[in-house]
């Protein structure tokens, strides 16, 4: 996995955190929280979109999330466990998968530029 790759993951990390605040924030410093990390999460989320394509890269960021948020939910915040869950949290997680795996990677604009002179 390259490192642009792993931004999206980190994106997609802090969406879990950020989504977690807008439900369950209730103080001032946990919305503190959860606005750097809406901040740090689409800041990421750009940078990563602009060497990847941006398509390829909101799907696996908003698939990231999703399934992030669904476990959190089941683990820390008394949601209740359904297999169903998890087997849909794995059938998305394959689809994210599938679009990375048939997803070319775009060269940097640098490449590209150095390419036409």
């Not at 989504?19 to 209730?26: E, I, Q, S, T």
Request: proline residues 3%; charged residues 15%.
């Amino acid at each position: 996995m390259n490192r642009t790759w792993m931004l999206v993951v980190v994106a997609a990390v802090f969406e879990v955190g950020w989504v977690a605040g807008l439900k369950h924030a209730d103080d001032v410093l946990t919305w503190a929280f959860t606005i750097v990390a809406i901040v740090i999460s689409f800041g990421v989320l750009m940078h990563a979109s602009k060497k990847l394509p941006a398509s390829t890269v909101y799907a696996v960021f908003v698939g990231l999330g999703t399934a992030g948020t669904v476990t959190s939910e089941m683990l820390f915040f008394g949601e209740p466990f359904r297999w169903s869950k998890v087997a849909l949290i794995v059938l998305l997680l394959c689809g994210i998968v599938g679009l990375k795996l048939v997803s070319a990677e775009q060269p940097d604009r640098a490449d590209r530029e150095g390419d036409a002179a």
